[in-house]
């Protein structure tokens, strides 16, 4: 039951992971949320306060084999009267492409408060398709796949625990080998006959004679006296 259930857990938690990170990349990711700015461009973009994403955003045709390059960017940011430059920190993801719509994530930027932030950008595009950076946020579940992760492995665990339990009560219920028996011939017991005792006799009375015990004529009479015996 044990083994069961754990390759039941590990098929569960398998597709949960796919479906999870499919979601993520394609569903949950509002890679966009807070508009886009044109490359060269600017615009003015109302930021929430937290992280903020800015991917790299552009047309290809086909999918990008090794993902997306990343051509060189530049980026500006104003704040409001009043608030901190938001902190830009380079951050590469993977590319996700749907549709020949490809985009990666470049930066990821702390937003010491919400507000109306004018972005300008500017990079050595040429060559590509309608480019612009987008500036969103991650999927929030992210951590559903690494529950799906956690839990494929504790089925693992608890595979291998079942077969080595299977395997030990295997052995205790199996009965030991019995040696095969051996074919001994009982001994003969047989009770000797008349005749058979005369004979014995005779063959005594006969060596006696041959080594000199007997005279021939010793011999023949107790040959007689057995004979007559009957």
């Known amino acids: 039951m044990l083994i069961v259930m754990a390759i039941v857990a590990m098929v569960v938690s398998a597709v949960g992971f796919v479906v999870t990170l ?3 990349a394609f569903v949950l990711d509002d890679y966009d949320a807070y508009g886009e700015v044109p490359i060269p461009g600017s615009r003015t973009l109302q930021l929430p306060a937290g992280e903020v994403t800015a ?27 009043g608030v901190a430059d938001p902190q830009v920190t380079e951050n ?18 702390q937003v010491p408060a919400a507000g109306a932030y004018t972005i300008t950008t500017d990079g050595e595009v040429n ?30 665990v608890d595979l291998v625990i079942g077969m080595v339990w299977l395997a030990r009560s295997r052995r205790a219920v199996s009965p030991s080998p019995t040696p095969y028996p051996v074919d001994v011939a009982p ?17 005594t009375l006969a060596a006696l004679r041959d080594s000199g015990a007997l005279t021939e004529a010793e011999f023949q009479s107790e040959k007689r006296r057995i004979v007559d015996s009957r």
């Open 22 to 24: 499919i979601l993520n």
């Open 55 to 81: 991917s790299f955003h552009t047309v290809v045709i086909g999918s990008p084999k090794g993902g997306l390059p990343v051509p060189p960017l530049r980026l500006s940011i104003a704040a409001p009267d």
């Open 92 to 109: 590469f993801g993977t590319t996700t492409t749907v549709n020949s719509d490809s985009r990666v994530r470049v930066w990821v930027m």
């Open 127 to 156: 060559g590509y398709v309608s480019p612009r950076l987008a500036f969103g946020h991650g999927t929030s579940y992210g951590w559903v796949a690494w529950l799906f992760g956690g839990i494929f492995a504790l089925a693992v």
């Open 187 to 203: 001994p003969v017991s047989y009770l000797p006959t008349d005749d058979g005792v005369r004979l014995e006799q005779l063959k």
